[in-house]
C-alpha cells in the first residue's frame, strides 16, 4: 500500500505564529516518491513560510497549479527560478484573461505579468497540460477537469472572461489532486471553483469508490447560497471524512456552519499546519 506522506499548508489567508498570512494558498506534499508543489500562493508568503518550515522549493519536482487566478500562481516565478526541473502541470485554460465584476467594480483576477512571463519563458519539455485525469504515481493523481454533475453549485463568484462582463467565465481550468494513503483518500482543493461535492464525487469515481479519509483545501462557499450549503454539508456527511480542513475562501460563515453540522473533524486551516497520512 501507499508509502506515508507528508501535507503541509505553506501558505493559506490564515497563518500560524511567525508565518505570513495573505490571500493565497499553498500546500507543500512530500512522500518517498515525489515532492510535489500545490499552488504558489499571492506574493512573497510562500517564499518566507517555506524558508520558516526548513521547505527547500528548489526541491520541488512536480508544481501543479490548480487554476489560473493570481491568488494561487503569483510564487511562480520564484518556484520556477529555484527548481531548475520542476514539471509544471496545470490545464491550458490558466493563462486566459479574466475578471471578477461586482457593482460595477472590475477586478483582473488572472494571472498576473511576471507569472506569465515565467510560464513564457519555460521550455515545452517541462510542461504538462492536463486536460483529462493524470496519474502523477500509483498513488497520486490530478482530475483534469471535474464534470459539473450536482444542480446546486456554480463557480462561486461574479466570474467573467472579459472586462464588459459578457462572457461568464465557468473556471473549466480548475482541477483538484487526490492521493492515496492506508487511511483513504486524502482529496486538495485550490479553490473548487468546480463545486466541492463535484470535486469530492469525481475523485472517488477515479478511485474505484474508495473511502474519503480527509479533504483539505479552498471550497468557495464564501458566496454560497443557503441550499447550497445545505446540500454540501449533506453529502459531506454521507461522504463521512474523518478530517476536513477548510482553507482559503472557503469564508468563515461556511466554516461555522461546517463545524456545526460535522463537529471536531472540521479544523480551520492556516499555514504551518501539517499532517503525515
Ligand atoms: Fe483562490
Ligand atoms: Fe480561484
Not at 17 to 32: D, K, P, R, T
Not at 99 to 123: N, Q
Not at 186 to 206: D, E, K, P, R, S
Request: hydrophobic share 40%; with cysteine; glycine share 8%.
Amino acid at each position: 500500500m501507499a508509502a506515508k506522506l507528508r501535507l503541509t499548508i505553506l501558505v493559506d489567508n490564515l497563518a500560524a505564529a511567525g508565518l505570513a498570512a495573505e490571500h493565497g494558498l499553498a500546500f507543500w506534499i512530500e512522500n518517498e516518491a515525489r515532492r510535489l508543489l500545490f499552488d504558489t500562493g499571492q506574493t512573497d508568503a510562500l517564499q518566507h513560510n517555506a524558508r520558516q518550515l526548513g521547505i527547500d522549493l528548489a526541491r520541488t519536482e512536480t508544481l501543479v497549479l490548480s487554476h489560473g487566478h493570481y491568488d494561487h500562481t503569483g510564487g511562480l516565478p520564484l518556484v520556477l527560478s529555484q527548481a531548475r526541473d520542476a514539471r509544471l502541470f496545470a490545464h491550458p485554460g490558466i493563462v486566459q484573461p479574466r475578471y471578477s465584476i461586482e457593482k460595477e467594480t472590475v477586478r483582473p483576477i488572472h494571472i498576473r505579468r511576471p507569472a506569465m512571463l515565467a510560464l513564457d519563458r519555460l521550455p515545452p519539455s517541462r510542461i504538462q497540460w492536463v486536460t483529462q485525469p493524470v496519474t502523477l504515481t500509483t498513488d497520486m493523481g490530478l482530475t483534469g477537469p471535474i464534470p459539473r454533475e450536482t444542480d446546486f453549485e456554480d463557480p462561486g463568484g461574479p466570474f467573467f472572461l472579459d472586462p464588459a462582463g459578457t462572457r461568464p467565465d465557468p473556471v473549466d481550468d480548475d482541477l483538484a489532486l487526490w492521493l492515496r494513503t492506508e487511511q483513504g483518500l486524502v482529496i486538495v482543493a485550490g479553490c473548487a471553483h468546480a463545486g466541492l461535492v463535484n470535486t469530492l464525487q469525481y475523485i472517488q469515481q477515479l478511485n474505484d469508490g474508495l473511502p474519503i479519509h480527509a479533504v483539505i483545501g479552498g471550497f468557495h462557499l464564501v458566496n454560497a447560497h443557503r441550499e447550497r450549503l445545505d446540500r454540501t454539508l449533506a453529502a459531506l456527511q454521507q461522504l463521512n471524512p474523518d478530517l476536513i480542513v477548510p482553507c482559503h475562501c472557503t469564508g468563515e460563515s461556511a466554516v461555522a456552519q461546517l463545524r456545526d453540522a460535522l463537529g471536531d473533524r472540521v479544523t480551520p486551516g492556516a499555514a504551518g499546519m501539517s499532517w503525515q497520512f
